[in-house]
C-alpha cells in the first residue's frame, strides 16, 4: 500500500483535519529541538483517542509503512525525527488529566499533557510532579516518557522512570496493552522498566500514571558565584561527600552566564567565572541546618558572593538563568549543538578542562550548562555555520565530548536520549553482543520494524536476522530507512 492509500485509509475513521499531507503543513513537523536534522514526513496523524491511535498504527502496520511518535517535540537527540516515507503520528493533542488521586499520590494523564500542568493540577491537593525538564512549560509527558527525561531536581527525586507506575501502550501490532499500574514494582517482568526511556521504538504511550510527590515544608535557594569551575566544582563534591543530598545543584560557565544575562536579565553575580545554584528541600530543621553546611562549603572552596532567595520571586529569578540557558546561546552565537554526557563528579574539573583544551584546538567556543550534583554536562558547542569548515569542527568537538565522557567512566546521554545524534556513539560504550541482545528486545516488541525505526542503534538488525558479525549491505541501509556508521 502507498501513503497516499494510507493517508486514505486513515481519512475512513479520522477527521480530515487530523491527516495532513499537504507539504506546507508536513514541513511543521519536520524535526524536533535538535534542528541539525531535517526530514518531513509523508504523512502526519493527529489522533485524539487512545484508539484512533491504535487503529492509525494497525493501518500502518497492514500498509507496511514506518511510524514515528511526537509530542511537543522538544526532543534533543533527534528521537522524534519523521521517516520520509512513513507516518508520524503526534499525540499533543490527547492532553486530558484523567485523575489526580491524592489518596494514593498518584496522577493519571494523557500524554499531551504538559509536564508542568501536572504540578498545577496536583497542587492545591499539597502534591506536585518531581520530574522538571528545563523545557518542562512546553515539553509533553509521552515525550518524556519516551526520553526517560530528567532535570534540575533528578540529583534528589530521579528520573521519570522513578515516577511512573503504569502506562497504557499501543503496541507496535496495534493492540492496547497496559503496562504496570498504580502500584509499584508490578509482578513479572519490568516491561515498563523497558518501556520508558525507549525512545518510542517499543510503541506509543496513551496513557501514564505517574506518582506524585508531596509538597516540601520548605525550599531555600542559594546563588554562590565563584572565579571558575574548578572552584564551582570542589564545591559541589564538598557537598555531597558530606552527605548532603540537595534537591538541585546547577552549574553555568562564564560564557553560559554571559549568554543568560543576554536573553533574560538574570542579574548574576558579575566577574563570576562559574556560579552555582543550590536547592535544598524538606523538613524545616533539616534544610536550615543542611543550609548553613552548603554556604559553609561554597565559602571554602572560594565563592566570592552568595545570595540567598528571599521568597519565591528571587528563587524564580535565579532559575531563570538556569532555565533559558539553552535557548539563550542563539544570543550570543548564530549556531550551536547542545550535548549531554555524564561523568563522576570527581571528574569534573579534569573533563572541563580537557573541553576547554577541545575548544581552542577546534577555534570554537564551548558554553557549559549542567547538573553539577550527577555529573550531568550540557556543553553548548558554538559556531557560525556561514564560515567554511566550523561547522565541521564544532560537530568533531561535540564527538570529542563523548568519547571524553566515556574515558572517564561516564555515560553519552544521561537524559537526552540517543535518537539519530548519538547512535554512532553506542558502540563505544556496548559491546556488538550487548547492542544485540538490547535488539532482541526491540523485536520482540516490534517484529515489523516499523515503529521508530532508524533510531537508538547504529545497525539495524532486522527481527529475522542471526545475531553476529553482518556482510554486505544491510537491508535496511540500502532504500534509506537507517544509517550504517
Not at 168 to 194: K, N, Q, S
Request: charged share 20%.
Amino acid at each position: 500500500m502507498t501513503v497516499d492509500a494510507l493517508a486514505a485509509r486513515l481519512r475512513g475513521f479520522l477527521l480530515p483535519e487530523q491527516v495532513l499531507t499537504d507539504r506546507q503543513q508536513l514541513r511543521t513537523y519536520e524535526c524536533d529541538g535538535l534542528t541539525h536534522y531535517r526530514v518531513v514526513p509523508a504523512v502526519v496523524v493527529l489522533p485524539r483517542t487512545a484508539q484512533e491511535c491504535a487503529d492509525t498504527v494497525r493501518a500502518c502496520v497492514d500498509a507496511g509503512v514506518p511510524f514515528v511518535a511526537r509530542g511537543s517535540g522538544t526532543g534533543l537527540s533527534g528521537g522524534a525525527l519523521p521517516h520520509a516515507d512513513g507516518a508520524l503520528i503526534v499525540t499533543s493533542q490527547l492532553r486530558a488529566i484523567r485523575e489526580v488521586a491524592p489518596q494514593d499520590e498518584r496522577a493519571v494523564v494523557e500524554p499531551g499533557v504538559i509536564n508542568l500542568q501536572v504540578s498545577r493540577a496536583a497542587s492545591p491537593h499539597g502534591y506536585y510532579y518531581a520530574p522538571d525538564p528545563s523545557s518542562q512549560q512546553i515539553c509533553s509527558i509521552g515525550g518524556n516518557v519516551a526520553e526517560n527525561s530528567g532535570g534540575a531536581h533528578c540529583l534528589k527525586y530521579g528520573f521519570t522512570t522513578n515516577h511512573v507506575t503504569g502506562v497504557e501502550i499501543v503496541t507496535p501490532d496495534g493492540d492496547l496493552v497496559r503496562l504496570g499500574g498504580r502500584a509499584p514494582d508490578a509482578p513479572g517482568y519490568d516491561l515498563l522498566g523497558a518501556f520508558v526511556g525507549s525512545e518510542g521504538t517499543l510503541g506509543i504511550a496513551t496513557e501514564v500514571t505517574v506518582r506524585l510527590v508531596r509538597l516540601p515544608e520548605t525550599v531555600r535557594t542559594l546563588l554562590a558565584a565563584f572565579p571558575g569551575t574548578d572552584q564551582a566544582g570542589a564545591a559541589t563534591s564538598a557537598i555531597i561527600a558530606a552527605g548532603v543530598v540537595p534537591a538541585a545543584i546547577e552549574m553555568m560557565d562564564a560564557l553560559a552566564i554571559e549568554a543568560a544575562e543576554a536573553a533574560v536579565h538574570c542579574g548574576y553575580p558579575g566577574g563570576a567565572g562559574a556560579v552555582l545554584i543550590v536547592e535544598l528541600d524538606g523538613p524545616r530543621a533539616e534544610v536550615d541546618a543542611q543550609f548553613a553546611a552548603v554556604e559553609a562549603f561554597c565559602r571554602e572552596h572560594g565563592a566570592f558572593e552568595i545570595r540567598i532567595a528571599a521568597d519565591d520571586a528571587e528563587r524564580a529569578l535565579f532559575w531563570k538563568g538556569r532555565k533559558s540557558a539553552f535557548a539563550a546561546v542563539g544570543r550570543i552565537s548564530p549556531d550551536y549543538i547542545v550535548q549531554d554526557g555524564v561523568i563522576p563528579r570527581t571528574a569534573l574539573p579534569q573533563v572541563l578542562t580537557r573541553i576547554g583544551e577541545l575548544a581552542r584546538d577546534h577555534g570554537v567556543r564551548v558554553a557549559n550548562v549542567f547538573h553539577a550534583g550527577d555529573g550531568n554536562l550540557h556543553p553548548l558547542v558554538l559556531f557560525d555555520e556561514t564560515v567554511p569548515g566550523q561547522a565541521e569542527r564544532a560537530e568533531a568537538v561535540s564527538g570529542a565530548i563523548l568519547d571524553i565522557c566515556v574515558e572517564h567512566g561516564g555515560s553519552i546521554t544521561g537524559e537526552h536520549g540517543v535518537g539519530v545524534d548519538k547512535a554512532k556513539h553506542l558502540p563505544s560504550m556496548y559491546s556488538a553482543d550487548d547492542l544485540d541482545t538490547m535488539q532482541l528486545v526491540r523485536c520482540a516488541f516490534d517484529p515489523h520494524g516499523l515503529s521508530n525505526p532508524g533510531k537508538i542503534f547504529p545497525t539495524p538488525r532486522l527481527c529475522g536476522e542471526v545475531p553476529g558479525r553482518r556482510k554486505g549491505t544491510h537491508p535496511q541501509h540500502q532504500p534509506g530507512i537507517a544509517e550504517v556508521f
